[in-house]
């Protein structure tokens, strides 16, 4: 059983549509990263919360800690959003992370 | 500008070789990771290391070997005794949680392909 599920797997939206990605978490938390992972594999971290909400541009993060979910918005997105976006979890005593499988997006001109 | 490097970005190894993949990084961080992608799956951990001259088994680290005789360098061997070797390979890093707070930082990752 994985730590972190993600939903959904894959998304393809049209140009501007706004855009949500599910995380949730089945173990006590540090804090919660969003990550983004182009196609030539690196990967960048987007945000690290361990509370509330963050919003940087385009995209807003959110986390619930009493229901162990986070989402990912992504308003007016565009073909350049399009990449593979990972929620990772960083444990209490902060040595280890843990990774959901990822959600593939699309975004048609 | 501070970051981690990889190296080589695409390898291949024969049958029964080990080879040796790189990571650096200057951002004085404390604790380094080496995880494991494949297709359709989380990264997995292989091995992480929080201090110099010592690092921890990951969740898959049968078949690997790392060292860390220097802060900034946390080099990945995959032996022959991996079987199932071909994957993209991601090193990062981070401060230690407690000390310098939470953000992790990847390189741009090392395919490695067996032929």
């Known amino acids: 059983k994985n730590e972190v599920e993600q939903s959904p797997q894959n998304l393809t939206a049209q140009e501007g549509e706004f855009i949500t990605i599910n995380c949730s978490y089945s173990?006590?938390?540090?804090?919660l990263h969003w990550l983004q992972q182009h196609p030539g594999g690196g990967i960048v971290s987007l945000f690290m919360l361990s509370s509330g909400k963050k919003k940087h541009g385009r995209l807003i993060a959110t986390i619930n800690i009493q229901e162990k979910h986070s989402s990912l918005h992504i308003t007016a997105s565009h073909p350049r959003d399009s990449a593979v976006y990972i929620c990772?979890?960083?444990?209490?005593?902060?040595?280890?992370?843990?990774f959901g499988t990822g959600t593939s997006l699309t975004v048609i001109p | 500008d501070g970051g981690i490097t990889q190296s080589p970005k695409y390898l291949f190894r024969k049958e029964g070789q080990n080879v040796t993949l790189s990571c650096e990084q200057n951002?004085?961080?404390?604790?380094m990771y080496w995880y494991r992608q494949d297709p359709g799956q989380g990264l997995r951990l292989i091995y992480y290391s929080q201090i110099v001259n010592d690092f921890q088994k990951g969740d898959i680290a049968e078949g690997y070997s790392v060292s860390r005789e220097k802060k900034e360098s946390f080099p990945l061997t995959v032996t022959s005794a991996q079987k199932n070797p071909t994957a993209f390979y991601l090193c990062?890093?981070?401060?230690?949680?407690?000390?310098?707070?939470?953000?992790?930082?990847f390189g741009e990752g090392s395919w490695l392909t067996v032929v």
């Open positions: 990062a890093s981070s401060p230690l949680y407690r000390i310098s707070g939470n953000t992790i930082y």
């Open positions: 990772a979890v960083r444990s209490p005593l902060g040595n280890q992370f843990y």
């Open positions: 173990v006590g938390i540090s804090a």
């Open positions: 951002l004085n961080h404390d604790a």
